[in-house]
């Protein structure tokens, strides 16, 4: 029978993960200086995860997007909910390691096609509120329209920082 694997571990590793994709890029990131942080071995993550950093940057996108609070469709009005929600996204892509962490995974050739169904995960929350409030039939354009502009914000709000 395996061994149980520790949640508290694996969430520790998806964060030493994101942070490092973050500051290093996917290339330049090292599973040593992941395993280093969240203070464990390279045998736990090939435990969970055994095609190495692959598998574990998008298993630590998943987690960091699965951490948004999304405002769930019905609880407010219509324009509140959709606010809430793209603030949410917004906030966590830009103050936490997920957005730039996401943004290097999806220059990586073999990971983008992955990165591409993780961002049409997170239009799924979106498309339920406009479905809830029967307006789909202006739902993919202005999904695409505010998701621009929270991935612009990712991209922009960093250079700036740089800059000051």
């Known amino acids: 029978m395996p061994r149980p694997q520790s949640s508290d571990l694996s969430q520790r590793l998806y964060r030493s993960a994101l942070h490092h994709l973050a500051r290093h890029g996917y290339a330049a990131c090292k599973l040593a200086a992941i395993t280093l942080e969240a203070k464990t071995s390279k045998q736990a993550i090939y435990r969970r995860w055994p095609h190495g950093k692959q ?12 951490r948004v609070p999304y405002q769930a469709a019905g609880s407010a009005s219509f324009d509140e909910e959709l606010d809430t929600s793209y603030a949410a996204l917004q906030h966590a892509l830009t ?16 990971l983008r096609p992955t990165c591409q169904l993780l961002l049409a995960e997170q239009r799924i929350f979106f498309r339920q509120i406009y479905l809830y409030w029967g307006r789909s039939h202006i739902m993919e354009a202005e999904i695409s329209q505010r998701l621009s502009r929270v ?3 990712c991209i922009l709000e960093p250079a700036i920082e740089q800059q000051s």
Request: charged share 10%.
């Open 151 to 153: 991935f612009f914000q």
């Open 55 to 66: 598998q574990l940057a998008i298993e630590a996108l998943r987690f960091g997007f699965s």
């Open 95 to 110: 103050h936490t390691p997920l957005g730039l962490a996401y943004l290097t995974c999806l220059g990586t050739q073999e």
